[in-house]
């Protein structure tokens, strides 16, 4: 069953609020306006920088990352890879949010505004 889409966005804003140690980690800008279109704060986008850079500067002001990679094969393995590197830098990767979003039928984070829009207006 597909979980909706707007509760799942929901929940990640209102676990960003209440939990100020925790960040979203997301592939590139598009990713990142997309989340912020939906309230949800402290997004960082990972594009151009290296793994250890990211989680070096992350590991400096947060304890856990949300991270939202895409469900492409290249986004699968960002996911794979960032963690371990995150995990390295004693930060804790919360893929909670990363499946809840792959049960609504997302694939890719940046179109999520186009997903919300095309299910309000009844498409599939």
């Known amino acids: 069953m597909e979980r909706d889409l707007k509760s799942v966005l929901s929940f990640l804003a209102d676990f960003i609020d209440r939990n ?6 997301v592939e590139g800008k598009r990713d990142k306006a997309a989340l912020e279109r939906f309230g949800i704060e402290r997004v960082v986008e990972l594009k151009g920088k290296r793994y250890h850079d990211v989680a070096e500067e992350l590991a400096e002001s ?7 990679t895409d ?36 694939k890719f984070v940046e179109k999520i505004p186009y997903e919300v829009l095309r299910r309000r207006n009844g498409g599939v």
């Open 71 to 106: 469900f492409d094969p290249e986004g699968e393995e960002i996911f794979r890879k960032l963690s371990r590197v995150l995990s390295s830098y004693g930060l804790k990767v919360d893929s909670s949010v990363r499946e809840a979003l792959r049960e609504t039928g997302i």
């Open 20 to 25: 100020e140690e925790t960040v979203v980690l």
């Open 62 to 68: 947060y304890s856990v990352v949300v991270l939202l």
